[in-house]
T-cell receptor
Framework: EDQVTQSPEALRLQEGESSSLNCSYTVSGLRGLFWYRQDPGKGPEFLFTRYSAGEEKEKERLKATLTKKESFLHITAPKPEDSATYLCAVQGVNYGQNFVFGPGTRLSVLP | DTGVSQDPRHKITKRGQNVTFRCDPISEHNRLYWYRQTLGQGPEFLTYFQNEAQLEKSRLLSDRFSAERPKGSFSTLEIQRTEQGDSAMYLC????????????????FGPGTRLTVL
């Protein structure tokens, strides 16, 4: 069964203090790995898609990388508005069209 | 606003009552998904539609849950005889047709319906 874990569960950073969030997955045939941001009481907001190991993509202060077993979301010089829960999801070849989500990392960036 | 919309945003009901939620996907998206999310957890897949056909259902979807997408546009999710364990955020997502997106199955989520069963 496809599984996704995320670490840390929660992370507190000072504004400007860079860090990384981890998403580890076990999936029989990865079709795609997706990062979402979720603010309290709202639906997840799409950030990145990763389809193959070695890929990197950047969006403002965020950069996502992918290996065969995990993905990292690097946050460079974060700002308080980056505070949110970051969710990782995988789509495997045996799971049709649905995503399997991890539990998320709650990020707090203090001014 | 051309995003996914859901209605209502909040629903409070008593145990044993039936509730129905509506989802309107992005107009050019023919793939539609329902997820359930409880506090502190990631969304869990419930069901998937391609146009009006319900192609996938999770084993989490008990027989009290039913989803429809009669004309391949909006979708409804009904929960019969609600239980307190049904309290959660119900999320709808949509994505482009396979012929346009191929394996680029990027799902875009609506704001969710927060259900509270008393």
């Amino acid at each position: 069964e496809d599984q996704v874990t995320q670490s840390p569960e929660a992370l507190r950073l000072q504004e400007g203090e860079s860090s990384s969030l981890n998403c580890s997955y076990t999936v029989s045939g990865l079709r795609g790995l997706f990062w979402y941001r979720q603010d309290p009481g709202k639906g997840p907001e799409f950030l990145f898609t990763r389809y193959s190991a070695g890929e990197e993509k950047e969006k403002e202060r965020l950069k996502a990388t992918l290996t065969k077993k995990e993905s990292f979301l690097h946050i460079t010089a974060p700002k308080p508005e980056d505070s949110a829960t970051y969710l990782c999801a995988v789509q495997g070849v045996n799971y049709g069209q649905n995503f399997v989500f991890g539990p998320g990392t709650r990020l707090s960036v203090l001014p | 606003d051309t995003g996914v919309s859901q209605d209502p945003r909040h629903k409070i009901t008593k145990r044993g009552q039936n509730v129905t939620f509506r989802c309107d996907p992005i107009s050019e998206h023919n793939r539609l998904y329902w997820y359930r999310q409880t506090l502190g957890q990631g969304p869990e897949f419930l069901t998937y539609f391609q146009n009006e056909a319900q192609l996938e259902k999770s084993r989490l979807l008990s027989d009290r849950f039913s989803a429809e997408r009669p004309k391949g546009s909006f979708s409804t999710l009904e929960i019969q005889r609600t239980e307190q364990g049904d309290s959660a955020m119900y999320l709808c997502a949509s994505s482009l047709p396979y012929r346009l997106a191929g394996d680029l199955n990027e799902q875009f989520f609506g704001p969710g319906t927060r259900l509270t069963v008393l």
